[in-house]
Nanobody
Framework: QVQLVESGGGLVQAGGSLRLSCAASGSTLDVHAIGWFRQAPGKQREGVSC????????YYADSVKGRFTISRDNAKNTGYLQMNSLKVEDTATYYC????????????????????WGQGTQVTVSS
């Protein structure tokens, strides 16, 4: 099973940027889809973005479309989430997840579609 470690979270002012990283070990990421989820206090975990391994196609939730960019570097066994124009409502714990069989489509992400999860990294956006 893949072990995932997120990093790059922190405190940023509204309008600022952060880049989250998802480093994998125990297996190579090049055969896995990578997803990013977030969970704000008192809310359900929300699927934010996903990138496929086979064709590099991506999915974004409407709430982040045009502001966030997902990418992957298979040589570094790492996935990324570039977050620009951050808003207060983006404040959450962000998790990366992977699965070798899942294919990101345009119909959203579900937690049950992913088998490996990181521990999360906190993103706090201040006004």
């Amino acid at each position: 099973q893949v072990q995932l470690v997120e990093s790059g979270g922190g405190l940023v002012q509204a309008g600022g940027s952060l880049r989250l990283s998802c480093a994998a070990s125990g297996s190579t990421l090049d055969v896995h889809a990578i997803g990013w989820f977030r969970q704000a206090p008192g809310k359900q975990r929300e699927g934010v973005s996903c990138i496929n391994n086979s064709d590099g196609s991506t999915y974004y939730a409407d709430s982040v479309k045009g502001r966030f960019t997902i990418s992957r570097d298979n040589a570094k066994n790492t996935g990324y989430l570039q977050m620009n124009s951050l808003k207060v409502e983006d404040t959450a714990t962000y998790y990366c997840a992977t699965d070798p069989d899942y294919y990101c489509a345009g119909d959203g992400l579900a937690e049950g579609d992913f088998t490996s999860w990181g521990q999360g990294t906190q993103v706090t956006v201040s006004s």
